[in-house]
């Protein structure tokens, strides 16, 4: 039985797929969206308990899909999933409505138990 439901939106197929192949290996169900205003409809329509949320995505930025998914009701954990954690981006990430990052790139060994931790404190 699929432990929760984890929306990745990333317009890169290689994250995609690593983000993907991790978290399933370890019992997650996965949705997927290649840019922000797939991740906002998608947020809506599948209702995971997290979305993992690029930040720097074509039409529609991370920032703006955040902030749209966060002014719902019920609405998920978002964690920023970037490459881009300098001071001022960790401040942007986290007024956009972000509940943390996790930075690129995807490290296999910590990317899960970071994922896990998120979900975790969040109850």
Same mark, same amino acid.
């Given at each position: 039985?699929?432990?929760?439901?984890?929306?990745?939106?990333?317009?890169?197929?290689?994250?995609?797929?690593?983000?993907?192949?991790?978290?399933?290996?370890?019992?997650?169900?996965?949705?997927?969206?290649?840019?922000?205003?797939?991740? !906002? *409809?998608?947020?809506? =329509?599948?209702?995971?308990?997290?979305?993992?949320?690029? +930040?720097?995505?074509? /039409?529609? &930025? $991370?920032?703006?899909?955040?902030?749209?998914?966060?002014?719902?009701?019920?609405?998920?954990? !978002? *964690?920023?999933?970037? =490459?881009?954690?300098?001071?001022?981006?960790?401040?942007? +990430?986290?007024?956009? /409505?972000? &509940? $943390?990052?996790?930075?690129?790139?995807?490290?296999?060994?910590?990317?899960?138990?970071?994922?896990?931790?998120?979900?975790?404190?969040?109850?």
């Amino acid at each position: 039985m699929p432990k929760q439901m984890i929306l990745i939106a990333d317009d890169n197929a290689q994250n995609l797929y690593l983000a993907r192949f991790l978290l399933e290996r370890s019992g997650y169900s996965i949705c997927e969206a290649h840019n922000g205003t797939q991740a !906002v *409809v998608t947020a809506q =329509a599948e209702l995971p308990a997290l979305v993992l949320m690029d +930040i720097q995505m074509p /039409g529609m &930025d $991370g920032l703006e899909a955040t902030r749209r998914i966060k002014g719902t009701a019920d609405a998920p954990l !978002v *964690v920023a999933l970037t =490459a881009k954690v300098m001071s001022g981006d960790r401040e942007a +990430i986290l007024s956009a /409505g972000c &509940d $943390g990052y996790i930075q690129k790139p995807i490290e296999p060994t910590t990317f899960v138990a970071k994922v896990e931790t998120y979900l975790r404190d969040a109850r």
